[in-house]
């Protein structure tokens, strides 16, 4: 049970460059997010997906797009990079079972945008 | 913009000292969760507090909730120094699973 995976753990883009970030869970969550960390900041939200088939814009959804695959896959889009996306980001899932509400995290993925 | 800001910034304590950390938020929640995130790594779920409970523990932690001033506050006893990390809090508004991040309070155990 490997929980919430992200690849890659890092990369260097040049502005314009476009890039696929992609995130699996193996522990059967209806709802996954991306968020991004910027420097000395908490997350935000960039899009998330409360359940297989459905995608909804987060707080900063900007120059990004996402595509839930399937139930276990969510990937983050970066069509024109720029040094703005400059981050650390984050996916996470969770369940939708009531009384369940902690969301879990991956590891993260390093961007720069040159 | 952020729901929550979180107060102080930065923590400094000996081992063995107690931590507090407090937590402000703008708007009605369901729920506050607090979440913790080591260098480099992901974050980890520490407690949640419903909109209806005014205070939570586990282990050493101890959450309260003031929903009329609209703040929570965190508080980690005889620490330790692997509890070195940043801490952050997190609103839940509805139902809609989404979570607003603070703006975290690093803390620094010192051995």
């Known amino acids: 049970n490997a929980g919430v995976t992200q690849t890659p753990k890092f990369q260097v883009l040049k502005t314009g460059q476009s890039m696929t970030l992609q995130c699996a869970q193996d522990?059967?969550?209806?709802?996954m997010y991306w968020y991004r960390q910027d420097p000395g900041m908490g997350l935000r939200l960039i899009y998330y997906s409360a359940s297989e088939g459905t995608t909804d814009k987060g707080e900063v959804p900007n120059g990004y797009n996402v595509s839930r695959l399937n139930k276990r896959e969510f990937s983050l889009r970066l069509e024109s990079a720029a040094p703005s996306q400059t981050s650390v980001y984050f996916c996470a899932s969770r369940t939708s079972s009531s009384g369940t509400d902690t969301q879990y995290f991956g590891p993260g993925t390093r961007l720069t945008v040159l | 913009s952020q729901q929550g800001e979180e107060d102080p910034q930065a923590l400094s304590i000996q081992e063995g000292e107690n931590a507090t950390m407090n937590c402000s938020y703008k708007?009605?929640?369901?729920?506050l969760q607090w979440y913790r995130q080591n260098s480099g790594r992901g974050l980890v779920h520490l407690i949640l507090i419903r909109s209806n409970e005014r205070e939570k523990h586990s282990g050493r932690l101890r959450v309260t909730l003031d929903t009329s001033k609209k703040s929570s506050s965190l508080l980690i006893t005889a620490s330790r120094a692997a509890d070195t990390a940043s801490y952050f809090c997190?609103?839940?508004?509805?139902?809609?699973?989404?979570?607003?991040f603070g703006s975290g309070t690093r803390l620094l155990v010192r051995p």
């Open positions: 522990m059967n969550h209806n709802s």
């Open positions: 997190a609103t839940e508004r509805d139902s809609s699973y989404k979570l607003i």
């Open positions: 708007t009605s929640i369901n729920n």
